[in-house]
């Protein structure tokens, strides 16, 4: 009592520290999509032993968080970044959630991506998985990555880093096959080793700027110690450089993606990596810019060499899941393109690729899961005919492959003709050239894949010019639900690469954002102390 | 001036913590990523500067803590660092051991079904 007495006797004394009044409803929409995904996540762990409602559940509980989310992207659109601390603390106290259009719209992405995997899995999944928890790991992952995107506070980013990280250990070895414990040892390993990294450099940024919500954070970095400083970013980009798989510490992706079952490989490539690009473009353009600067070089190093370096590791593949791990990394690079290329531009590209990459990866890996199972095999040597065996699987795969290359008019065009105007901006030779070699290299690694798994009639060998008898017909299920989902997928594709203009304004908005913080800033509402 | 004196240390884990992940047996790995934990959370914890042993709890009739208490965010950042960090040993360490029954192997460079040693040639048509 007395204390509060206190309080209310000398107002100007300490700045306020709370809110008084109520959060409005509406703004709760911020947190509704995490909210409702760990609720349902619970809830089917609780249920887990009713197993012919978990599939059901799952669905309707994404297609509300997707509801959720588009409503949250328009309101973001139109009146720009949404911001709510916890437990009506004001920042930088309380923990802030914020919505720039840039999480919103790769939140948004990502629960598409989960719905159609969710469908996709239908045709998948045996009673032994289903009672190892496959729904509760989905929706719990898709909550780590729904929080990553929208949180506004680096430690609450660490904690959404490591729900996913647990849910997706889980989603890894579900089935346990042997080759799936080989792969997730080394996933696990990599990963915990790059949160903890992560956690490092929270602990310098903790220690000097004395804060971690990102908007007070981008106040104070300005007068920090800049050398400091740079050491810290350096270490955010190991850490995150590792989680998105960028050149000198890609290796645990191809060792992995390729072991559990399709639909989680597709969900692992269209989500996992995609949250590392973010952080680092939070972190690189928006907290630390002047750190980036110093570091363009080293930025610079590792997306020319990305680029190059993965449509190449995929051309010498013959594994078809594998070869699809090095396209992603190549994504990646062109992601790191997009930050050595600090203008409304480039940032811009960098944003829209990794929109692209959500979309594009995930549906490539839903493809070659239908590949897998009409040739019953995993390696290309052992492929051929599938193109009179099923010519929409062919499409589908050749869209996706001209998409990921860059290739008019598919999506992936888009975003790499804004990086090759940002380089030739910047006159950055080097990385327009690299950014274009990685579009040729990549077609060419995509075809060949494209030409022996559908073009040549038969397996490798003296059977390759007949006609492969190894090949299935799908089953209605698989026909239904597996490619059903995956063409509803190319669909919005293909559609979003015919009609890019919403999401050319939501990457330059969000660019634009990212390297002027005043609207995110503004919106999280921290008091700029003189 | 304590921070000084607990600096060599955190060092001192992280070169153990490498050392052992360096190596290519699972089971060092896992002790190497525990000691690693550790270090980490010592490194948050200075980094919130250790002061004397005075609780911070607001006095009757002041306003705010006195200038000498400790900082009770780096212990709220380290407590959740080390849940984190014990469930997701916890599981890492069951994976190893499932590996090691399974895979039949500790030393990671027995472990090549995921990446076959002798990996087949890319194709040469087309």
Do not use: C
């Amino acid at each position: 009592m007395e204390t509060s007495h206190n309080l209310s006797d000398s107002p100007g004394e300490l700045p306020a520290a709370m809110l008084e009044t109520a959060t409005a409803a509406g703004d709760w929409i911020l947190i509704l999509p995490v909210i409702i995904a760990l609720m349902a996540g619970a809830l089917l762990l609780v249920l887990r032993h009713s197993r012919g409602y978990q599939s059901g559940f799952a669905i309707l509980a994404v297609l509300a968080i997707i509801i959720v989310e588009i409503d949250l992207f328009w309101r973001v659109l139109e009146t720009g970044p949404l911001a709510m601390t916890m437990g009506n603390w004001l920042p930088p106290f309380g923990i802030t959630f914020v919505a720039d259009l840039m999480g919103a719209g790769f939140a948004l992405a990502a629960s598409v991506v989960t719905l159609v995997v969710l469908v996709f899995f239908q045709a998948e999944i045996v009673p032994r998985e289903q009672r190892h928890g496959f729904y509760p790991l989905v929706l719990l992952l898709l909550a780590g990555v729904t929080g990553a995107f929208l949180t506004g506070d680096l430690f609450n980013l660490y904690v959404w880093f490591e729900v996913m990280l647990i849910s997706s250990f889980g989603l890894m070895i579900i089935g346990g096959r042997k080759i799936q414990l080989d792969g997730a040892v080394k996933y696990g390993f990599l990963n915990f080793l790059a949160t903890t990294f992560f956690l490092v450099g929270l602990g310098y940024i903790y220690g000097l700027t004395g804060t971690l919500n990102m908007a007070d954070i981008s106040l104070v970095v300005p007068a920090a110690d800049a050398g400091a400083m740079t050491a810290i970013a350096a270490l955010f980009l190991l850490a995150f450089g590792m989680k998105a798989a960028a050149f000198p510490v890609n290796a645990w992706l191809p060792a992995s993606y390729h072991t559990p079952d399709a639909a989680v490989s597709a969900l692992f490539a269209g989500l996992l990596t995609k949250v590392g690009v973010y952080a680092l473009l939070r972190i690189m353009i928006a907290l630390l810019p002047a750190s980036r600067d110093i570091l363009d070089p080293v930025l610079t190093a590792i997306a020319v060499s990305t680029l190059l370096i993965a449509p190449l590791g995929a051309l010498a593949q013959t594994n078809l899941r594998r070869a699809l791990g090095f396209l992603v990394i190549g994504g990646i690079g062109a992601v790191f393109a997009g930050m050595a290329l600090p203008t409304i531009v480039g940032v811009a590209g960098a944003i829209f690729y990794a929109f692209h990459s959500i979309l594009t990866m995930s549906a490539l890996y839903l493809v070659a899961g239908l590949i897998e199972r009409v040739t019953q095999a995993t390696d290309t040597r052992h492929m051929g005919g599938v193109y009179a065996a099923s010519s929409p699987i062919s499409i589908m795969f050749l869209i996706l492959i001209f998409g990921a290359a860059g290739l008019p008019p598919f999506l992936g065009f888009w975003p790499k003709l804004l990086l090759a105007q940002g380089a030739i901006e910047n006159s950055d030779w080097l990385i327009l050239f690299a950014v274009l070699a990685n579009s040729i290299l990549t077609s060419i690694a995509g075809t060949r894949l494209w030409a022996h798994i559908f073009w040549r009639p038969g397996r490798e060998g003296k059977f390759s010019e007949q006609k492969n008898d190894q090949l299935r017909r799908l089953s209605p299920l698989e026909k239904w639900a597996a490619q059903g989902s995956a063409i509803a997928l190319v669909g919005i594709i293909v559609l979003v690469g015919l009609f890019p203009n919403l999401v050319f304004t939501s990457a330059g908005i969000s660019a634009q954002d990212l390297l002027s913080t005043q609207r995110y800033i503004d919106a999280v509402g921290i008091e700029v102390t003189p | 001036m304590t921070e000084f004196l607990m600096a060599p240390f955190v060092g001192a884990f992280f070169a153990a913590a490498i050392y052992l992940i360096l190596s290519r047996s699972v089971i060092r790995m896992l002790l190497g990523i525990t000691i690693l934990g550790n270090g980490v959370n010592l490194l948050i914890f200075i980094m919130g500067r250790v002061s004397p042993e005075v609780p911070p709890i607001v006095p009757a009739g002041a306003l705010r803590p006195s200038e000498l208490a400790a900082n009770p965010l780096p212990q709220a950042l380290i407590l959740t660092a080390i849940v984190i960090g014990f469930a997701l040993f916890t599981f890492l360490l069951v994976l190893g051991y499932r590996a090691y029954q399974e895979l039949d192997a500790d030393n990671t460079d027995n472990m090549r079904l995921a990446e076959p040693k002798n990996a087949p040639r890319p194709p040469m048509s087309y």
